[in-house]
C-alpha cells in the first residue's frame, strides 16, 4: 500500500504562489504517476499536473501549463506543485494522488489519494 499526505495549502492574494507538498510512505512501483487534481465547489475533480515518477517526465492542463511546475524529490518520496500567478479560479481542494502504470488524466484510474488540501485564493 501507499499512503499520500498532502500539505503546503491557504489562502493567499491573486497573484500570489504557493507551494504543495505530497509525501508518500508505504511500497514502491517500478511504473508510477503520482498527480495533482483539485476540486471546486460545485465542480468536478478535475486532472491538474502528474509526474512520472522514474523518468521525470511531466503533464499539465492547459489551465495551468506556464503557472505551474510539478516536481519530485526521489529519496525523499515527495511530490511538489509550485503554482504561481495564482488566480481566483485555482481555488479549490488539491489532492494528490497515484496510480501503477502510465499516464492518466481520469481520475477513476488512480490507485492511492491523499486527504486533500485547501487552496483559496482572493482577488
Known amino acids: 500500500q501507499v499512503q499520500l499526505v498532502e500539505s503546503g495549502g491557504g489562502l493567499v492574494q491573486a497573484g500570489g504562489s504557493l507551494r504543495l507538498s505530497c509525501a508518500a510512505s508505504?511500497?514502491?512501483?517500478?511504473?508510477?504517476?503520482r498527480g495533482w487534481f483539485r476540486q471546486a465547489p460545485r465542480k468536478e475533480r478535475e486532472f491538474v499536473a502528474a509526474?512520472?515518477?522514474?523518468?521525470?517526465?511531466?503533464y499539465y492542463a492547459d489551465s495551468v501549463k506556464g503557472r505551474f511546475t510539478i516536481s519530485r524529490d526521489n529519496a525523499k518520496k515527495t511530490m511538489y506543485l509550485q503554482m504561481n500567478s495564482l488566480t481566483p479560479e485555482d481555488t479549490a481542494v488539491y489532492y494528490c494522488?497515484?496510480?501503477?502504470?502510465?499516464?492518466?488524466?481520469?481520475?477513476?484510474?488512480?490507485?492511492?489519494w491523499g486527504q486533500g488540501t485547501q487552496v483559496t485564493v482572493s482577488s
Open positions: 508505504g511500497r514502491t512501483f517500478s511504473s508510477y504517476i
Open positions: 509526474i512520472n515518477w522514474n523518468e521525470g517526465r511531466t
Open positions: 494522488a497515484g496510480r501503477v502504470g502510465g499516464l492518466s488524466y481520469h481520475e477513476v484510474e488512480y490507485d492511492y
